[in-house]
């Protein structure tokens, strides 16, 4: 399949699921009047959803300036949450989020920062990220293990092979650091078992693919554990800005003027509908958020809210960055022709 049709494929698929979710918000007969809802929302609540948007963004581009200022490359924080900005609208267009790390690598190379540098600032943005998801549902889930299992009964099962998905990264990228050769041995094999399955069609470019993606690991993972003050930034970086989009979803509670559910397990449900949802192979892990929303969040949006509710949090979840993702590339692209148009001057 060519990379234009997926790319028709994928924002076909988002515009059916944006319009699903407005079907969902506005054709709930428990809701009388669906636009009286919105209009009467505590703008107050509506601000603090943006602020967790605005930090979770800002968060993530801190991880990038942190590392990157670290190594000595000057880059303003602007930058950096421009390079976060164009990662979360690439990830959300993309099939299994594929396009943001290469397209971020790509606009840090534009800003002056080598390739090499580029891959290991997002490589080590998302070991953080992938660490603290998982401790952060695992915390939240064994402090308010009752109300989950009351809250998702049959349900369960699906958050346990999410959370199992998302930590699976974790291990891995340790013993790619630490035992890397063992790794390598065993990516060999499953692909030589492949190969002969005839499931992959070029087993030595799978092989060298697999081999870079080792060396990098290995790299950043080892240059990470060499600067502990850099560890805490990253860690810190990660856990506020997930923390942050996490509690979208208790600001969109108050919101409403709901109440009855405390915010530590509104939080609990959030996180946990994250860790089920985000490993789908879809642009935005679209159909399985939504999906996940309502069933996650049944007995918590009463009075026939939760529709709206989808809406409000995917549009600060989702659509907000394809909305701003779009106008970020075109203000890198201003930013780039004057940067060098002043090169040229100067010359």
Same mark, same amino acid.
Request: aromatic content about 14%; charged content about 15%; glycine content about 6%.
């Given at each position: 399949?060519?990379?234009g049709l997926?790319k028709?494929?994928?924002?076909?698929f988002?515009?059916?699921?944006?319009?699903?979710v407005?079907?969902i918000?506005? %054709?709930?007969?428990d809701?009388t009047?669906?636009f009286?809802?919105i209009?009467?929302?505590?703008?107050?609540?509506?601000?603090?959803?943006?602020a967790c948007w605005?930090?979770y963004?800002?968060?993530?581009?801190?991880n990038?300036?942190?590392?990157?200022?670290?190594?000595?490359?000057?880059?303003? &924080? $602007?930058?950096?949450?421009? &390079?976060?900005?164009?990662g979360?609208?690439y990830?959300?267009?993309?099939? %299994?989020?594929a396009?943001g =790390?290469?397209?971020?690598?790509?606009?840090?190379?534009?800003?002056?920062?080598?390739?090499g540098?580029?891959?290991?600032?997002?490589?080590?943005?998302?070991?953080?990220n992938?660490?603290?998801?998982s401790l952060i549902?695992? /915390?939240?889930? +064994?402090?308010?293990h009752?109300?989950v299992?009351?809250q998702l009964?049959g349900?369960?099962?699906? &958050?346990?092979?999410?959370w199992l998905?998302n930590?699976?990264a974790v291990?891995l990228v340790?013993?790619?650091?630490?035992?890397?050769?063992w790794v390598q041995r065993?990516a060999?094999?499953l692909?030589?078992?492949?190969d002969k399955?005839?499931?992959?069609?070029?087993k030595?470019a799978?092989?060298s693919?697999?081999?870079?993606?080792?060396?990098?690991y290995?790299t950043?993972?080892l240059?990470?554990?060499?600067?502990? $003050? =850099?560890i805490?930034l990253?860690?810190?970086?990660?856990t506020?800005?997930?923390?942050?989009?996490f509690?979208?979803? /208790?600001f969109?509670?108050?919101?409403f003027?709901?109440?009855?559910t405390p915010w530590y397990?509104i939080?609990?449900i959030?996180?946990? +509908?994250?860790v089920?949802a985000?490993?789908?192979?879809?642009?935005?892990?679209?159909?399985? =958020?939504e999906g996940?929303?309502? +069933?996650y969040?049944?007995?918590?949006?009463?009075?026939?809210?939760?529709?709206?509710?989808?809406?409000?949090?995917?549009?600060?979840?989702?659509?907000?960055?394809?909305?701003?993702?779009?106008f970020?590339?075109?203000?890198?692209?201003?930013i780039? *022709? *004057?940067?060098?148009r002043k090169?040229?001057?100067?010359?």
């Amino acid at each position: 399949m060519s990379s234009g049709l997926k790319k028709i494929l994928s924002f076909l698929f988002i515009a059916l699921s944006i319009t699903v979710v407005f079907f969902i918000a506005f %054709s709930n007969e428990d809701l009388t009047n669906a636009f009286d809802a919105i209009k009467q929302m505590n703008l107050t609540w509506l601000a603090c959803i943006f602020a967790c948007w605005l930090i979770y963004t800002v968060c993530d581009g801190l991880n990038y300036w942190f590392y990157l200022r670290g190594q000595g490359f000057k880059i303003s &924080v $602007g930058r950096a949450v421009n &390079v976060a900005l164009i990662g979360f609208y690439y990830c959300n267009i993309t099939p %299994s989020a594929a396009g943001g =790390q290469p397209m971020q690598v790509n606009s840090m190379r534009k800003a002056g920062i080598p390739v090499g540098y580029g891959t290991m600032a997002v490589t080590i943005r998302f070991i953080t990220n992938q660490t603290m998801t998982s401790l952060i549902a695992l /915390v939240l889930y +064994l402090l308010n293990h009752d109300f989950v299992h009351q809250q998702l009964a049959g349900a369960i099962w699906i &958050v346990r092979i999410g959370w199992l998905i998302n930590f699976a990264a974790v291990p891995l990228v340790l013993l790619a650091a630490f035992k890397r050769n063992w790794v390598q041995r065993f990516a060999e094999m499953l692909l030589n078992r492949l190969d002969k399955m005839h499931i992959i069609r070029n087993k030595e470019a799978a092989v060298s693919k697999v081999t870079e993606v080792l060396d990098t690991y290995h790299t950043a993972l080892l240059d990470l554990m060499h600067s502990p $003050g =850099q560890i805490l930034l990253q860690f810190a970086c990660s856990t506020l800005g997930l923390l942050s989009l996490f509690a979208t979803t /208790v600001f969109v509670y108050y919101a409403f003027g709901l109440t009855g559910t405390p915010w530590y397990q509104i939080l609990t449900i959030s996180s946990l +509908l994250f860790v089920s949802a985000s490993y789908t192979p879809l642009p935005g892990a679209s159909g399985a =958020q939504e999906g996940g929303f309502l +069933l996650y969040f049944k007995d918590i949006f009463k009075d026939g809210t939760i529709g709206l509710a989808l809406l409000i949090w995917r549009f600060f979840t989702f659509y907000l960055y394809l909305i701003v993702g779009v106008f970020t590339i075109i203000l890198e692209k201003i930013i780039l *022709r *004057r940067e060098a148009r002043k090169r040229k001057t100067n010359e």
